[in-house]
């Protein structure tokens, strides 16, 4: 099993900044990707950043350019660095990490970030 603990959500104005973190505990050598996905109200959850153990990142064409992900090895921990936030941007983040060994995906408990106009 794995454990992801977010933190780091919030309310901003458009145009300003935040940062996500999320810690893993557990299996976290079973891990092969760890991102973040949001999901906005009426919307389905879509992926918004993603890294690998090898630390290839992938983004949402989205938040290119505007968010940057980063991963810590020492600490576990990845983070979500959102600069330029815009109204759209307004969703619940959820962490995620994945083990291709096993073939599960966990989640975390999803943290707000509202950015008002």
């Known amino acids: 099993q794995v454990q992801l603990v977010e933190s780091g959500g919030g309310s901003v104005q458009a145009g300003g900044s935040l940062r996500l973190s999320c810690a893993a505990s557990?299996?976290?050598?079973?891990?092969?990707?760890m991102g973040w996905y949001r999901q906005a109200p009426g919307k389905h959850r879509e992926l918004v950043a993603s890294?690998?153990?090898?630390?290839?990142?992938n983004y949402a064409d989205s938040v290119k350019g505007r968010f940057t992900i980063s991963g810590d090895n020492a600490k576990n921990t990845v983070y979500l660095q959102m600069n330029s936030l815009k109204p759209d941007d307004t969703a619940v983040y959820y962490c995620?990490?994945?083990?291709?060994?096993?073939?599960?995906?966990?989640w975390g408990q999803g943290t707000q970030i509202t950015v008002s106009s």
């Open positions: 890294i690998t153990s090898g630390s290839i990142t």
């Open positions: 995620n990490a994945y083990s291709r060994t096993l073939g599960v995906y966990y």
């Open positions: 557990g299996s976290i050598f079973s891990i092969n990707t």
